[in-house]
């Protein structure tokens, strides 16, 4: 086995005081004048007025957070940060509202132009970030990871850099509780396909084992479970930190062929990025398990889909098989056609994600006709 760096340097807070020990934590991290990152759907929703009566009503407040977290954005973000005087960054919401204020200390550092930084490491002066997920799904606030989207060239880029982590993760399942159904099972597939993606990633290692196996087990619990009972908050809190442990696995271990065509998917149709992983997970599971048998069986067998021993092959099948009988349950959609996607639009799909950059980890090397040819099979 090749080495490996991980660690986890974000502070992780979690529990029902979790939201109470705020101002505390923001004191600790030297941040006194934070300016509240989220969008117009978390304002609305009053999860931001939760925050905001315990830090102060007075914070300054940026809601201009598009559903894909643009590089427009970002600038704007940057300016009225600049203008507000604030010296740290408060990020509730979900994968956008937290990238979106994860990238600004990148676009501070290289300027507006991304186009040379995608999947590079680069310098950057960082304002302390605390992320308060309001999705289960994204690990946004342990990865450090930010994808954003070229609105001119219709692009996504998974911008790479360890100082885009936040400082501090709040994981507070209260403010969960109000996420819609669909919106609920698409960020949990999101977080699934982490796990998955991560353990089968040619960059594992032993710590990112623990985390992926350990999230995959217990996202295949717990998301039912919430669907079914949508105010459960201890289904909603084991979701919430599977979703931070997956975060936490593939940050070290990398993704896959999944998250390089749903990155496309994004980029191109602006897919939610969560229902284009559930939909293409199982087909790139398919397409892996000649190169990572042991792995995907591994994973079969701790989702509960087949009892300890057995044929890795047959196991792995099983695995896949109660994926995507979990995505239909769940009422995603299973082929490409579902997402609007014209069948002509496929070979455009497959040259963006052949040049990913979460593409190289992929267990099995996939070529742009590779690629085309799995889209056909799922379409």
Same mark, same amino acid.
């Given at each position: 086995?090749?080495?490996?760096?991980?660690?986890?340097?974000?502070?992780?807070?979690?529990?029902?005081?979790?939201?109470?020990?705020?101002?505390?934590?923001?004191?600790? =991290?030297?941040?006194? *004048?934070?300016?509240?990152?989220?969008?117009?759907?978390?304002?609305?929703?009053?999860?931001?007025?939760?925050?905001?009566?315990?830090?102060?009503?007075?914070?300054?407040?940026?809601?201009?957070?598009?559903?894909?977290?643009?590089?427009?954005?970002?600038?704007?973000? =940057?300016?009225?940060?600049?203008?507000?005087?604030?010296?740290?960054?408060?990020?509730?919401?979900?994968?956008?509202?937290?990238?979106?204020?994860?990238?600004?200390?990148?676009?501070?550092?290289?300027?507006?132009?991304?186009?040379?930084?995608?999947?590079?490491?680069?310098?950057?002066?960082?304002?302390?970030?605390?992320?308060?997920?309001?999705?289960?799904?994204?690990?946004?606030?342990?990865?450090?990871?930010?994808?954003?989207?070229?609105?001119?060239?219709?692009?996504?880029?998974?911008?790479?850099?360890?100082?885009?982590?936040?400082?501090?993760?709040?994981?507070?399942?209260?403010?969960?509780?109000?996420?819609?159904?669909?919106?609920?099972?698409?960020?949990?597939?999101?977080?699934?396909?982490?796990?998955?993606?991560?353990?089968?990633?040619?960059?594992?290692?032993?710590?990112?084992?623990?985390?992926?196996?350990?999230?995959?087990?217990?996202?295949? *619990?717990?998301?039912?479970?919430?669907?079914?009972?949508?105010?459960?908050?201890?289904?909603?809190?084991?979701?919430?930190?599977?979703?931070?442990?997956?975060?936490?696995?593939?940050?070290?271990?990398?993704?896959?062929?999944?998250?390089?065509?749903?990155?496309?998917?994004?980029?191109?149709? #602006?897919?939610? #990025?969560?229902?284009?992983?559930?939909?293409?997970?199982?087909?790139?599971?398919?397409?892996?398990?000649?190169?990572?048998?042991?792995?995907?069986?591994?994973?079969?067998?701790?989702?509960?889909?087949?009892?300890?021993?057995?044929?890795?092959?047959?196991?792995?099948?099983?695995?896949?098989?109660?994926?995507?009988?979990?995505?239909?349950?769940?009422?995603?959609?299973?082929?490409? *056609?579902?997402?609007?996607?014209?069948?002509?639009?496929?070979?455009?799909?497959?040259?963006?994600?052949?040049?990913?950059?979460?593409?190289?980890?992929?267990?099995?090397?996939?070529?742009?006709?590779?690629?085309?040819?799995?889209?056909?099979?799922?379409?």
């Amino acid at each position: 086995m090749p080495s490996s760096l991980f660690y986890v340097p974000t502070q992780i807070v979690h529990g029902e005081n979790a939201l109470a020990s705020l101002p505390e934590n923001l004191k600790r =991290l030297g941040i006194r *004048r934070p300016l509240l990152v989220t969008d117009d759907g978390i304002i609305k929703a009053g999860l931001a007025d939760m925050v905001l009566k315990i830090i102060g009503s007075n914070v300054p407040i940026f809601s201009d957070v598009p559903p894909d977290s643009s590089i427009q954005t970002i600038v704007e973000l =940057l300016r009225y940060a600049d203008e507000v005087g604030a010296d740290g960054f408060i990020a509730v919401g979900g994968g956008s509202v937290m990238d979106t204020a994860k990238g600004v200390n990148l676009v501070a550092a290289v300027g507006p132009d991304l186009t040379d930084t995608a999947g590079a490491r680069r310098s950057v002066q960082s304002r302390p970030m605390v992320a308060i997920p309001t999705t289960a799904g994204t690990g946004s606030e342990v990865s450090p990871y930010s994808v954003i989207l070229d609105e001119e060239a219709g692009v996504k880029y998974p911008l790479s850099d360890p100082r885009l982590l936040p400082a501090m993760a709040v994981l507070a399942p209260e403010l969960t509780l109000g996420l819609p159904p669909k919106l609920t099972a698409a960020t949990g597939m999101d977080a699934l396909t982490h796990a998955v993606e991560a353990h089968v990633s040619t960059g594992h290692n032993p710590c990112s084992d623990l985390f992926s196996l350990a999230a995959a087990a217990a996202i295949v *619990r717990a998301l039912p479970q919430v669907m079914a009972e949508p105010k459960n908050l201890a289904a909603r809190s084991a979701m919430l930190t599977a979703s931070c442990q997956a975060g936490i696995a593939f940050s070290s271990a990398g993704l896959g062929a999944t998250h390089a065509i749903a990155h496309a998917l994004g980029g191109l149709f #602006h897919v939610p #990025h969560g229902v284009a992983n559930a939909c293409i997970l199982p087909y790139v599971m398919e397409y892996n398990v000649p190169y990572a048998t042991e792995r995907l069986a591994s994973i079969a067998r701790a989702i509960g889909a087949a009892e300890p021993g057995g044929h890795d092959g047959e196991t792995a099948r099983k695995g896949i098989a109660a994926i995507r009988k979990l995505v239909k349950d769940l009422g995603l959609p299973g082929q490409i *056609r579902d997402l609007g996607v014209k069948r002509e639009d496929l070979p455009k799909i497959a040259a963006l994600a052949a040049r990913d950059a979460t593409l190289p980890t992929n267990p099995r090397r996939a070529t742009e006709a590779d690629i085309l040819a799995l889209l056909e099979r799922a379409y």
